[in-house]
């Protein structure tokens, strides 16, 4: 082989490897955005379970206060008895009947 064949050679290599290289780039690009994809599926997924869960946890704790306000509890009332107010109230609930059940004739 010459001088001027080996260069080519040389050169041809070089140039193969450079399109091969550019190639396997791309496609790991390609896959890299499949994946920034579905993670950011999943970031939203994550999101609208979070807010979900704020959600269901609010209306837990509505619903609590509003039973304990039936039960004579006042949150922006006068707040002299705070502590006993609330255990007052806590009590009745517990020892509330059920509203489902059956009226009982005396």
């Known amino acids: ?7 080519v050679f040389a050169v041809s290599a070089g140039v193969a490897l450079s399109l091969l290289s ?3 780039l791309q ?4 896959t890299t955005d499949v994946g ?5 599926m999943s970031k939203q997924e994550m999101k609208a379970q979070k807010k979900a869960d704020r959600k269901a946890h609010r209306a ?3 619903a609590e206060l509003g039973k304990l306000e039936k039960n004579g509890y006042s949150p922006v009332g006068n707040q002299t008895n705070y ?6 109230a806590q009590e ?3 020892g509330q009947k059920p509203t489902n059940a059956p009226a009982v004739a005396p």
């Not at 082989?1 to 260069?7: E, G, P, R, V």
């Not at 496609?27 to 390609?30: H, K, L």
């Not at 920034?36 to 950011?40: D, E, H, L, P, V």
């Open 1 to 7: 082989m010459t001088f001027k064949q080996l260069s």
């Open 22 to 24: 550019s190639s396997m």
């Open 27 to 30: 496609a790991q690009a390609a």
């Open 36 to 40: 920034a994809s579905n993670s950011a």
């Open 60 to 62: 837990k704790k509505n």
């Open 83 to 88: 502590p006993q107010n609330l255990q007052n």
């Open 92 to 94: 009745k609930a517990a």
